[in-house]
């Protein structure tokens, strides 16, 4: 229980936020910032944790922000099952592409690229195929029930990515505590090392995919019930696949907060951008791109790693006070 | 149903579609042979390149076949310090990290042609843009067959430039062993950069080839990188005659799949044939090992 404690207080801090803030605008920020964190800490599970750099995460956030619509759209279905249904494909897609990729030994630059591919082949499919809306897109119907898990406040949905933001932490809490998690490391740290002590490297980097491609596809299915609306630009382009992988790269990739602190500082940047220089189009992806390759420069493993750093540097400056002193 | 009169020409064409994406594939097979990384900002490289290309033409008057020998140096030395000064350092001699900054590059690039010059189409008017030689059997555009002819000469230069000279040595053996280059007192460094730069003039080469009969806008690379990719792969990473034949083969898968399939479904041929290829054989045709 005291591994989940900070978490709970983060979370509850959160909670908090639209009870003390009656901006819209800010609540909206808030919402978008969580959703890109959820996509985020999918990408961290594999990337940051697995070491298995994904390029293509928006495979997964499209699909489950299809799956969700079109189940909603074409065939009648609650927006809750459809949400669970589009989590699961999600899931599902990440199986067959880890089966594919793990099983014939790719790696590092090729896992990479496979990855870039499938996305992208998806989104032209996509841009073709009747049942996605091709070029138009998919449309949802307004409802604004709890039923059909559409709300009347930004508070309201602010909870709820906040909950499955929350659900993520805790995922990636308990994976970092299993004996999973430990192997999975191992993985990233030396692949052959870690087969030589007998870990299934290919069933762990599968397990971590599954989980990684939930959810991810969990944040696409949040993002069709708030903005009602996806196409393929929008599912699977590459905006979502540098986001996902950003945020932990910059908060921490293979922590658990990573993610949450990336999506905040990658966020409050691409609208700081917009303010200082108007909205452009391909203004927010020039300050990610920058970011990406500072962050990589000067701080490989993140603020976290900034932070943690620092923290053992002071502690050791305290100790050598203490013994001088 | 299908003459040979529509097939031949529709084959024909595809191999000089395919040189050039043989070039570009060149320029990626390069870097990877070397550096044992994929280069993700090959697309937006490319991209930026018919940029200068473009304006060479517009603002200078420069004809692309001219403007070649002044872009190829250029790009050379942008390429170079773009590793020796930027990838290089910041990476810190991970490749994972070697990745990451090449995709924050590619991004940084594009998304800076996007805000400079919006996404609008634009190209220039050669007066040998429509120009075509009556073969008997079927005719064929000038400026595409230009740039067939200069691919091979490019490879051929590069193979010259492998095989005989002294920087082409120190490039094969920091290719094969880095360390024991770096123990011979070869600068890996700058062999990197060099690498880098050759690439990258590859790259600046089929801007040229392609301009005249070609557009430009700030995502027109990825449309040919991903082309490049499923190429490199299925030649095998690293291995140049993979490059060119593998070149020379996806011209033509993509010109009969879009004549059988139509236009934006015969993309999806040449992905088809890369997740294949990676999950089949990932060394390629030609490829040592992964």
Known sequence: MRALAPIAAVVMALAAVPLLVNSNVVLNFLVVTLMIALAGQGWNILGGYGGQYSFGHAAFFGTGAYVNAILQVRYGVNAWPGFAAGIAVGAALGGIIGVLTFRSGLRGSYFALVTLAFAEVLRIVASVAPITGAGVGTLMKLDLRAQAMQFQSRAAFYWLILALVAASLVIARLIERSRFGVWLIAVRENEDAAKALGVNAAHVKLGAMVVSAAITAAAGCFYVQYFLFIDSGIAYGTRISIEALLTPIIGGAGTVFGPLVGALVVQALGEGAKLVAGDAPGLSLIVYGCILVLVIAFAPHGLIGLIDGARRRLSRVAKLGAAHG | ?290
């Open chain 2, 1 to 290: 149903m299908l003459s040979p009169a529509i097939l031949i020409p529709a084959i024909i064409n595809g191999l000089l579609t395919g040189a050039v994406y043989a070039l570009v594939s060149l320029g990626l097979t390069l870097i990877y042979g070397v550096l044992h990384i994929i280069n993700f900002a090959h697309g937006a490289m490319l991209s930026a390149a018919l940029f200068a290309a473009f304006f060479a033409f517009r603002l200078l008057g420069l004809d692309p076949y001219v403007a070649v020998f002044l872009l190829a140096p250029v790009f050379f030395g942008l390429g170079y310090a773009l590793q020796r000064f930027v990838i290089g350092p910041a990476s810190h001699g991970d490749d994972r990290n070697m990745l990451l900054v090449t995709l924050g590059i590619a991004v940084i690039i594009e998304n800076a042609l996007l805000y400079a010059f919006r996404a609008d189409t634009r190209t220039i008017e050669v007066p040998y843009a429509y120009q075509t030689i009556d073969f008997g059997f079927t005719f064929l555009a000038v400026p595409r067959l230009v740039g067939f002819v200069s691919v091979f000469g490019v490879a051929l230069a590069l193979w010259l430039l492998m095989s005989f000279t002294d920087i082409g040595r120190a490039i094969r053996a920091v290719a094969k062993e880095k360390l024991g280059a770096e123990l011979a007192g070869i600068d890996v460094a700058h062999i990197y950069a060099m690498t880098f730069g050759l690439g990258t003039a590859c790259v600046a080469i089929a801007a040229c080839l392609l301009i005249p009969t070609y557009y430009v806008n700030p995502t027109v690379g990825n449309a040919f990188v991903l082309v490049a990719f499923t190429i490199v792969v299925l030649g095998g990473m690293g291995s140049v005659p993979g490059a060119l034949i593998g070149g020379l083969l996806i011209g033509v898968v993509e010109s009969l799949s879009g004549l059988f399939l139509g236009e934006s479904l015969g993309q999806i041929g040449i992905f088809l044939i890369f997740i294949a290829v990676l999950l089949v054989r990932p060394t390629g045709l030609f490829g040592a090992r992964a």
